[in-house]
């Protein structure tokens, strides 16, 4: 069962390209993971919750297992592997066009004691005269081989029959995240190894090659003040100019999806390297969509910590970051652990900032006070007056000022600011529109 959801769990397993992406988009109903014909590109293990017969089960995609891999291709088996020691059910995904391999066979061996049900799905049987049962995989011995095809649909209607007589009897429902959280950022900044340190454990795969993370991986963390947050670490948002491989595109679209569905983002900066102009521009998307966010600078232990060249950087951050200065600033290391334990409450409280809501009353004492203090520049001789203000909206925070007249971008900005000197809107933006008043 998952300690994050209560659910029963189920892990989809097998050697790399035999479908395995295309049988669990085909269970959820809809494209979730990254399916190309290209062997390995899910890599780490992604987890959704799936439903058939009013039956609700976590269900895991794994990257291939490779037994005796070396490098990165033994880090995506050892994910596999955890994935089937979280399991409840294992259903080992094999490729009918070949017959059983020899790392099928391996595989195999070692899922004969496992004290779980194991469900060999044979795939890529996609001519329906094809359908009855390969008998060559009984040389698994992993019981009746289950004849599917991923692509055309034939025969999975069965095998979650079959999946869900094996499911462990009831399991206490999920409880939703009190808040959704995206790590983005460029590729190989580390956002990774900061998901891992915030959950304790090797959850996504850590690798010096850039681009390892591909699919946006959703994880449940407590927060300090005990809220359960979705984080969803994603893959390195690249310039799209540099995106030549399908698969990165798509990742790429992704990871810009996540940020529509999110509450706040953590932009997590390599600060060894500076601020460049394309996390500028990952800063930008966030401020565009309106997501709470907190600037993680990581790394921080290659870095200076005195003397003019830390004076030098900080000026370089705050300048690079002005039109992003509402956003906390946190110096991390995802490699020794400092600063990550302050993450996750800047972020609640980021978190909590783009859901507040001011009352109407207190958002108009607020702007005739800045009124008064600095009144707005007259326009074409005559003196522009904002009549009535309310906070419209929140996540983020809306503010629509009725006024007599246009009002000038710089006095907006002035109004936002006094806004945040009284309130506590620190982590997120606020978004400021006017209305003319008719004069009927």
């Known amino acids: ?19 395995k992406s295309s049988l669990v988009n085909r269970i959820l109903g809809r494209r979730e993971a990254i399916v190309q014909e290209t062997p390995g590109v899910t890599r780490d293990r992604r987890s959704f919750e799936a439903h058939w017969q009013e039956r609700a089960f976590e269900l895991i995609d794994t990257g291939g297992l490779e037994p005796g891999a070396t490098g990165i291709d033994a880090r995506i088996t050892e994910q596999a592997h955890v994935a089937m020691a979280l399991a409840d059910v294992i259903v080992l995904v094999v490729d009918g066009t070949t017959g059983p391999t020899q790392a099928d066979l391996e595989v195999a061996s070692d899922l004969r004691g496992a004290p779980i049900p194991v469900i060999v799905v044979v795939n890529k049987i996609d001519n ?9 995989f009984y040389s698994l011995g992993l019981g009746d081989p289950h004849a599917i095809s991923a692509l055309h649909g034939t025969g999975t209607g069965d095998l979650l029959d079959r999946i869900a007589q094996a499911l462990p009897q009831h399991r206490e429902p999920s409880s939703s995240a009190w808040a959704s959280i995206a790590l983005v950022g460029r590729p190989n900044v580390g956002k990774s190894s900061v998901l891992n340190r915030l959950l304790g454990e090797q959850r996504s795969i850590v690798d010096a090659t850039p681009g390892t993370t591909r699919d946006p991986i959703d994880s449940f963390v407590e927060a300090p003040t005990g809220q359960r947050l979705r984080i969803v670490d994603t893959a390195g948002m690249r310039r799209e100019v540099q995106v030549k491989d399908p698969i990165e595109y798509f990742s790429l679209l992704r990871s810009r999806g996540t940020l529509e569905r999110v509450d706040a983002a953590i932009l997590v900066v390599d600060a060894a390297e500076g601020m460049t102009t394309h996390d500028q521009r990952i800063a930008s998307e966030i401020l565009e969509k309106g997501r709470a966010c907190v600037v993680a600078l990581n790394k921080w232990d290659l870095v200076v910590t005195q003397g003019p060249d830390r004076d030098r950087l900080d000026r370089d951050f705050d300048q690079a970051l002005g039109f992003l200065e509402w956003a906390p600033l946190l110096r991390i290391s995802a490699l020794t652990g400092r600063g990550i334990e302050k993450l996750l409450g800047l972020t609640t409280q980021a978190v909590d900032s783009h859901r507040r809501r001011l009352p109407t009353a207190e958002v108009n004492r607020l702007v005739r006070d800045a009124q008064q203090q600095r009144p707005h520049p007259r326009h074409g001789g005559r003196a522009i007056r904002i009549l009535y203000a309310a906070q419209v909206a929140v996540s983020p925070p809306t503010m629509v000022l009725f006024c007599n007249g246009p009002l000038e971008v710089g006095y907006m900005r002035y109004l936002e600011k006094r806004l945040r000197q009284s309130e506590a809107f620190e982590g997120t933006p606020i978004r400021m529109h006017y209305r003319v008043r008719s004069r009927d």
Do not use: F, Q, W
């Open 1 to 19: 069962m998952s300690a994050a959801t209560g659910l029963p769990v189920v892990a989809v397993v097998g050697r790399p390209n035999v479908g």
């Open 128 to 136: 329906p005269g094809d359908i009855s049962t390969p008998t060559e």
